[in-house]
């Protein structure tokens, strides 16, 4: 499409002017009235007017006008629009704010990554990142593993790394899992920056920590006190509750803390933590986590377990706005004597709307008894879209015969249904996926910008494939396009890959991989062991599974280590020595 756009902007004619320099004419599509530039943009899809926006001024500066752009935003993605403009800042064109999501999207949705990393998350050297030590050890900053009491850096096989977190670019990590859980690493792929954490004046105490991590907040909070770290400040903040804390959640600089008996503290960065009340939302009760279920097919899951108030068996979460200060959102699932899922609305501290998904919107996905076992958010796009509830089918055919849906997504082997809801929006979406062995209980897999990115860990090939959501129809065969294909080879850069396609072997074309967007090999070739096909061992290590991601970074985590694929800039090369590294390679 963007030759072709290329094309249609190549100039019919150049004139001169009276100094006699040469002036380019406009293009044809330039010169057409306004009118037809919205006629043309009616047949476009989303990638189309992204390439369209790289090719010519002229076109940007009318497709980007405020007649046009938002209403593309809430045709393609909605609750973008409403993200824009609350994201702009003071005199920021939103047009030209709008072309940049509308870039880092289709980047995503391409599976065309910059650059890669296969990383083994460990202690022993320093080699990728460096470490910070900005934050001085009073307050937690931990400048030499050797300050860590417990922690054995010389012996590497007797660590137990664990993946925690992932939120904008950073990674957050337990070197020590079980033994030391108030010790946290967070690794910055943007800045190959590496900090670390230890919970300050922590006597002997070894279990019970909470942590969460946000964009620019790392949070760990034992028994009423939680301590903060801004990760892009390096300072460090402390605050205290009449309660333990039970749970925490955090956007930007704010976070809410959820205490014992339900209470809800909101507390900014560096302020005073302030009590919301919760009335109208639920009855406050002891807070307990709504217990992890596993990829059983027909039991509603998420890959995190909520919180449960153990008397009246509701499930509750919460979600903080990105955009708008003190504004944050209660979600509750009640099972009787109706099942209801609701979202309140909270604007400086009080209710300001509901919104609720009664039973009947879905209705031909929930067969009795399968009920929704847990409530976790997830974000599933960069403009307020989050995911409540996930569900997973081996068939449908299994589960129903009348079911009402169509009989082409009743023939798909897998199938999972997710309850979204946007914030700027404030509606809710039930999409549905068929990937294959979804079910399997070593599948992984992320939704994203209205795609799910799916991995079955136990399989020899292990291909990441992005699949689009269903629409009641079957996939068609396209001898014309194929699947884009991604593999990883080194790029002599400091231990990162680079991109590369590669064709499918004849074995390897079949039906799953027939509309998916782009398939990601997350070994590389050279890496990549024989497969027996006697071998009843999967080929992974076991441990903890999880794909994550945003626009910028998609991180398949398994065991002890992560492939990370960076979608915008290449992750950067670290400089070594003060740069001398770096002079030597250029002078040579």
């Given at each position: 499409?963007?030759?072709?756009?290329?094309?249609?902007?190549?100039?019919?004619?150049?004139?001169?002017?009276?100094?006699?320099?040469?002036?380019?004419?406009l293009?044809?599509?330039?010169?057409?009235?306004?009118?037809?530039?919205?006629?043309i943009?009616?047949?476009?899809?989303p990638?189309?007017?992204d390439?369209?926006?790289?090719v010519?001024?002229?076109?940007?500066?009318?497709?980007?006008?405020?007649e046009?752009?938002?209403?593309?935003?809430?045709?393609?993605?909605?609750?973008?629009?409403?993200?824009?403009?609350?994201?702009?800042?003071?005199?920021?064109?939103?047009?030209?704010?709008?072309?940049?999501?509308?870039?880092k999207?289709?980047?995503?949705?391409?599976?065309?990554?910059s650059?890669?990393?296969?990383?083994?998350?460990?202690v022993?050297?320093?080699?990728?990142?460096?470490?910070?030590?900005?934050?001085?050890?009073?307050?937690?900053?931990?400048?030499?593993y050797?300050?860590?009491?417990?922690?054995?850096?010389?012996?590497?096989?007797?660590h137990?790394?664990?993946f925690?977190?992932?939120?904008n670019?950073?990674?957050?990590?337990?070197?020590?899992?079980?033994?030391?859980?108030?010790?946290?690493?967070?690794?910055d792929?943007?800045?190959?920056?590496?900090?670390?954490?230890?919970?300050?004046?922590?006597?002997?105490?070894?279990?019970?920590?909470?942590?969460?991590?946000g964009?620019?907040?790392?949070i760990?909070?034992?028994?009423?006190?939680l301590?903060?770290?801004?990760?892009?400040?390096?300072?460090?903040?402390?605050?205290?509750?009449?309660?333990d804390?039970?749970?925490?959640?955090?956007?930007?600089?704010?976070?809410?803390?959820i205490?014992?008996?339900?209470?809800?503290?909101?507390?900014?960065?560096?302020?005073?933590?302030?009590?919301?009340?919760?009335?109208?939302?639920?009855?406050?009760?002891?807070?307990?986590t709504?217990?992890?279920?596993?990829?059983?097919?027909?039991?509603?899951?998420s890959?995190?377990?909520?919180?449960?108030?153990?008397?009246?068996?509701?499930?509750?979460?919460?979600?903080?706005?990105?955009?708008?200060?003190?504004?944050?959102?209660?979600?509750?699932?009640?099972?009787?004597?109706?099942?209801?899922?609701?979202?309140?609305?909270?604007?400086?501290?009080?209710?300001?709307?509901?919104?609720?998904?009664?039973?009947?919107?879905?209705?031909?996905?929930?067969?009795?008894?399968?009920?929704?076992?847990?409530?976790?958010?997830?974000?599933?796009?960069?403009?307020?879209?989050?995911?409540?509830?996930?569900?997973?089918?081996?068939t449908?055919q299994?589960?129903?015969?009348t079911?009402?849906?169509?009989?082409?997504c009743?023939?798909?082997?897998?199938?999972?249904?997710?309850?979204?809801?946007?914030?700027?929006?404030?509606?809710?979406?039930?999409?549905?996926?068929?990937?294959?062995?979804?079910?399997?209980?070593?599948?992984?897999?992320?939704?994203?910008?209205?795609?799910?990115?799916?991995?079955?860990?136990?399989?020899?090939?292990?291909?990441?494939?992005?699949?689009?959501?269903?629409?009641?129809?079957?996939?068609?065969?396209?001898?014309?396009?194929?699947?884009?294909?991604?593999?990883?080879?080194?790029s002599?850069r400091?231990?990162?890959?680079?991109?590369?396609r590669?064709?499918?072997?004849e074995?390897?074309?079949d039906?799953?991989?027939?509309?998916?967007?782009?398939?990601?090999?997350?070994?590389?070739?050279?890496?990549r062991p024989?497969?027996?096909?006697?071998?009843?061992?999967?080929?992974?290590?076991?441990?903890?599974?999880?794909?994550?991601?945003?626009?910028?970074?998609?991180?398949?985590?398994?065991?002890?280590?992560?492939t990370?694929?960076?979608?915008?800039?290449?992750?950067?090369?670290?400089?070594?020595?003060?740069?001398?590294?770096?002079?030597?390679?250029?002078?040579?």
């Open positions: 499409m963007k030759s072709l756009l290329t094309q249609l902007r190549h100039p019919t004619n150049t004139r001169s002017t009276s100094s006699g320099l040469k002036t380019t004419a293009d044809i599509v330039s010169r057409l009235p306004f009118e037809l530039h919205v006629l943009l009616r047949h476009l899809g990638s189309d007017v390439a369209g926006l790289s010519c001024r002229s076109w940007r500066r009318v497709w980007l006008s405020e046009i752009w938002p209403k593309l935003a809430r045709q393609w993605y909605p609750g973008l629009e409403e993200h824009v403009r609350m994201s702009a800042a003071s005199g920021q064109d939103s047009g030209d704010s709008f072309r940049k999501v509308l870039h999207i289709q980047r995503r949705k391409s599976g065309k990554f650059s890669a990393l296969h990383y083994d998350m460990c022993e050297s320093d080699q990728f990142f460096t470490m910070s030590k900005s934050l001085p050890v009073s307050e937690g900053g931990v400048h030499s050797n300050d860590v009491d417990g922690l054995e850096p010389g012996s590497f096989g007797k137990y790394p664990r925690m977190i992932y939120n670019g950073r990674v957050a990590w337990w070197p020590e899992a079980y033994v030391l859980p108030f010790f946290a690493i967070v690794d792929l943007r800045t190959r920056k590496r900090r670390a954490y230890l919970f300050p004046n922590r006597q002997a105490e070894s279990h019970g920590f909470r942590t969460a991590m964009d620019k907040i790392f760990m909070a034992r028994g009423r006190t301590h903060a770290w801004h990760l892009e400040l390096d300072l460090h903040r402390t605050t205290g509750v009449p309660e804390i039970v749970r925490c959640v955090t956007e930007g600089e704010t976070s809410l803390i205490t014992k008996y339900a209470d809800i503290f909101l507390w900014r960065f560096g302020q005073k933590p302030r009590h919301i009340n919760a009335t109208g939302c639920y009855e406050k009760g002891l807070l307990g709504a217990q992890l279920h596993e990829f059983i097919p027909g039991h509603y899951i890959h995190n377990p909520g919180s449960r108030l153990l008397n009246s068996g509701i499930l509750l979460d919460f979600i903080i706005s990105p955009t708008e200060e003190s504004v944050f959102f209660i979600i509750t699932y009640t099972s009787t004597p109706v099942r209801e899922l609701r979202v309140d609305e909270i604007r400086d501290g009080q209710r300001v709307k509901s919104y609720t998904l009664e039973r009947s919107k879905w209705m031909d996905l929930v067969i009795e008894p399968v009920d929704f076992t847990n409530l976790r958010w997830e974000k599933v796009d960069s403009h307020g879209g989050y995911c409540l509830m996930q569900a997973i089918f081996q449908l299994d589960i129903t015969p079911t009402t849906r169509g009989s082409s009743r023939s798909r082997r897998g199938n999972l249904v997710s309850v979204c809801f946007n914030i700027h929006s404030k509606a809710f979406t039930i999409p549905h996926y068929h990937p294959k062995d979804i079910h399997s209980h070593q599948s992984v897999y992320q939704i994203w910008n209205n795609r799910l990115c799916a991995i079955d860990t136990s399989s020899p090939r292990g291909f990441v494939l992005s699949h689009q959501p269903c629409n009641g129809n079957p996939p068609r065969r396209d001898d014309s396009r194929s699947t884009p294909f991604y593999t990883t080879v080194p002599k400091n231990g990162l890959m680079r991109r590369q590669e064709p499918f072997e074995d390897e074309a039906l799953e991989l027939i509309g998916a967007d782009f398939a990601l090999d997350p070994c590389p070739q050279s890496h024989p497969v027996d096909s006697t071998s009843v061992d999967p080929p992974w290590t076991p441990g903890i599974r999880k794909l994550v991601g945003d626009d910028d970074f998609m991180l398949l985590v398994v065991g002890e280590s992560y990370a694929w960076s979608f915008g800039n290449e992750i950067p090369r670290k400089i070594a020595d003060g740069g001398r590294s770096l002079w030597r390679n250029l002078i040579r």
